[in-house]
């Protein structure tokens, strides 16, 4: 779809300046092609090419580089008869080696390529399981055959994918030294509902653009991207491609040289396998976390941050809360609320880095939450509150456990801390003795005027409680207190530019507003959008202030400085320290930043140490209820 306002120079500008750190990255992923395969690896092991060192030392102490060259098939049978004769593992090694090298010769044959490919896999997997016996973890044989597996595996998975056959069981494959390997149905330790209805990428065949942190481990298998059937599913997932990372392994049984042998292809998920047995081994995993979380971001959204914003009724249809991954009830939710002109994408640096964290990735399950930031502070609040709530009705109707749902940590940055705030504050009776003129008219009579829909949400506003389910809140670069850029040319430009929901806009024509407008010192002109709540004298933010939050529900402040780190006061060019402090937080760090500090690395540091703490201290009341 063509970007809107691309020729409005105005426009432009203000997209450039009006709270500018609140703006996403593009994070997203460049598709590489099959000549680039080889280059995925783990760091450790890129740059390798060509054979080993001991590869070719075999061939040349046997004469077999002209077999090599010239008659490959052949050259397999004589390093076989060889193992035979003299089990080394050397010359396991080179068999392994020189199958994958001959594959990749062959490419542009894959009835060719496919069967060298396989031949690899089941020396190297051959060589793992039974004839590694080196003691040090750093053996350059043992790194090299797991080097070997993983790349003959990728092409043999690409091969495979083009014969539509990854998903199916009951077919038998040639190896080029004439093995018959069958083929079992595969196995999917994935989450619950995912397995062979999901697509699965090659993570190989991507790069991530625009991700500061490479979530990457080494280990054995074939990182992938497996995109999930959205068929069913709920509301509450990430853009149009929820996906999720996961490692192929194919595991052989007891492999003897000239005899059938059977093979299966398990697909692993990357966040809670750590390992898998082969033989008698436990090899770690390879994981690729970063890939599959830039592949959802590869797609634009339907619109800009600039017309998100003052377009809150067009735009519907992006708000509501998602989940980074797929949903797991055994993980504590984070939700990431995102501030103003901005969306769910400008929280992917911190994603990407927190999920490195083993505890973290385990523990713990990441959502976001998108609004319009157009709309009213007070109006998107409800709304968010009433997402989580939905949430986790929709958790408690599937009959899942909500034990670790209920010790949830909210994230805001900027707006989203206010949303944030909100959800853990008590409201008392200021709105309703405002409506009712100090209770002079009874409630209902005053809301009879409006339609009964109407009259259930404005109930909701009137009076809410703390969400009992959030047990943390983390404040970044929150305007609590305000920012005067709201009342600059620049913020009322921008506030003159949203066009408020028609329902919205239909009840402020009711005389139930004009008298709450009128009890506020409001003109009835007055607009009352996002940018308008976040003037340090409007009354939205006033209200705000005045509210107490859950005493039982510690707060943490990340603040940015401009000048200088761990230095309370300046500002970090939107919000002033003095708006982000709060006495009641548990704890402060001032980072050296501008407004987007939740892209700062020692913020987002800072986060994995809070979340960290947050298990420590959910681990007694745990043990305490069993």
Same mark, same amino acid.
């Given at each position: 779809m063509k970007r809107l306002f691309a020729s409005g120079p105005l426009c432009c500008v203000l997209a450039l300046l009006l709270f500018s750190g609140c703006v996403s990255d593009e994070v997203g992923v460049e598709k590489v092609g099959p000549d680039r395969r080889a280059e995925y690896s783990s760091t450790m092991m /890129?740059? $390798?090419?060509?054979?080993?060192?001991?590869?070719?030392?075999? @061939?040349?102490? #046997? @004469? !077999?580089?002209? @077999? $090599?060259?010239?008659?490959?098939?052949r050259l397999l049978e004589k390093l076989e008869k060889l $193992?035979? %004769?003299?089990?080394?593992?050397?010359?396991?090694?080179?068999?392994?080696?020189?199958?994958?090298?001959?594959?990749?010769? #062959?490419k542009s044959d894959p009835d060719v390529a496919i069967r060298y490919y396989l031949s690899a896999v089941l020396y190297a997997s051959l060589y793992i399981a039974r004839v590694d016996s080196a003691e040090s973890v750093y053996d350059p044989a043992r790194l090299g055959m797991i080097r070997v597996y993983n790349l003959a595996l990728t092409e043999l998975f690409a091969c495979l994918s083009e014969r539509k056959l990854e998903h199916n069981g009951g077919f038998e494959l040639t190896a080029a030294a004439g093995q018959t390997v069958f083929f079992d149905p595969p196995e999917y330790r994935l989450a619950e509902n995912v397995g062979r209805q999901s697509s699965f990428l090659l993570c190989a065949d991507y790069r991530p653009v625009n991700l500061t942190h490479e979530s990457h481990r080494f280990g054995i298998g074939v990182p992938l991207i497996a995109v999930l059937d959205r068929k069913g599913s709920e509301r509450a997932e990430f853009a149009d491609n929820i996906v999720l990372p996961a490692t192929l392994v194919l595991a052989f049984d007891r492999y003897v040289p000239g005899q059938r042998c059977r093979a299966r292809l398990i697909f692993a998920d990357s966040r809670n396998s750590d390992d898998i047995v082969l033989g008698d081994r436990r090899i770690p995993l390879e994981q690729d976390l970063s890939t599959p979380l830039a592949y959802m971001a590869k797609d634009p959204l339907p619109f800009n941050f600039f017309f998100y914003m003052i377009r809150p009724e067009e735009t519907r249809r992006m708000q509501g809360l998602y989940r980074f991954e797929a949903f797991d009830p055994g993980r504590i939710p984070v939700v990431l609320v995102h501030g103003l002109m901005s969306d769910t994408r400008t929280w992917l640096q911190m994603v990407n880095t927190l999920r490195s964290d083993p505890e973290i990735l385990k523990r713990y399950q990441l959502y976001g939450f998108s609004y319009s930031s157009g709309n009213p502070v007070i109006l998107s609040a409800e709304f968010f509150r009433t997402s989580l709530r939905q949430e986790r009705e929709r958790i408690v109707k599937a009959g899942l456990s909500t034990g670790n749902f209920d010790k949830m940590v909210l994230v805001g940055h900027s707006m989203g801390g206010l949303l944030s705030r909100l959800a853990v504050s008590r409201s008392g009776d200021v709105f309703e003795k405002i409506i009712t003129e100090n209770g002079k008219y009874p409630l209902e009579d005053v809301l009879k005027e409006l339609p009964e829909e109407d009259r259930k949400a404005l109930r909701r506003f009137i009076r809410f409680e703390p969400l009992p389910f959030v047990k943390r809140v983390v404040f970044i670069a929150v305007p609590h207190r305000g920012s005067v850029m709201a009342r600059s040319w620049i913020g009322r430009f921008g506030a003159s530019l949203v066009r408020l929901p028609r329902r919205l806009i239909s009840f402020r024509q009711t005389k139930l507003f004009r008298r709450f407008q009128r009890a506020i010192g409001r003109s009835e002109e $007055? %607009?009352?959008?996002? +940018?308008? %709540?976040?003037?340090?004298?409007?009354?939205?933010? !006033? #209200?705000?202030? %005045?509210?107490?939050?859950?005493?039982?529900v510690p707060v943490h402040s990340i603040i940015g400085n401009l000048r200088e780190a761990g230095c309370p006061g300046g500002s970090d060019g939107i919000v002033p320290y003095a708006s982000s402090h709060l006495d009641q937080a548990q704890s402060e760090l001032v980072v050296k930043s501008g407004h987007s500090a939740q892209k700062n690395p020692l913020a987002i540091?800072?986060?994995? /140490? +809070?979340?960290?703490?947050? @298990?420590?201290?959910?681990?007694?009341?745990a043990k305490a209820k069993k």
């Open positions: /890129r740059g $390798y090419d060509g054979l080993m060192p001991g590869s070719v030392n075999v @061939l040349g102490n #046997f @004469l !077999l580089n002209d @077999l $090599y060259r010239d008659e490959p098939a $193992y035979s %004769s003299e089990p080394k593992g050397v010359y396991i090694e080179t068999l392994a080696d020189c199958a994958l090298n001959l594959g990749l010769r #062959f $007055y %607009s009352g959008t996002g +940018i308008d %709540s976040l003037d340090p004298d409007n009354e939205a933010i !006033l #209200f705000i202030n %005045s509210l107490k939050m859950a005493e039982n540091q800072e986060l994995r /140490r +809070i979340l960290l703490l947050h @298990l420590k201290e959910c681990a007694p009341a």
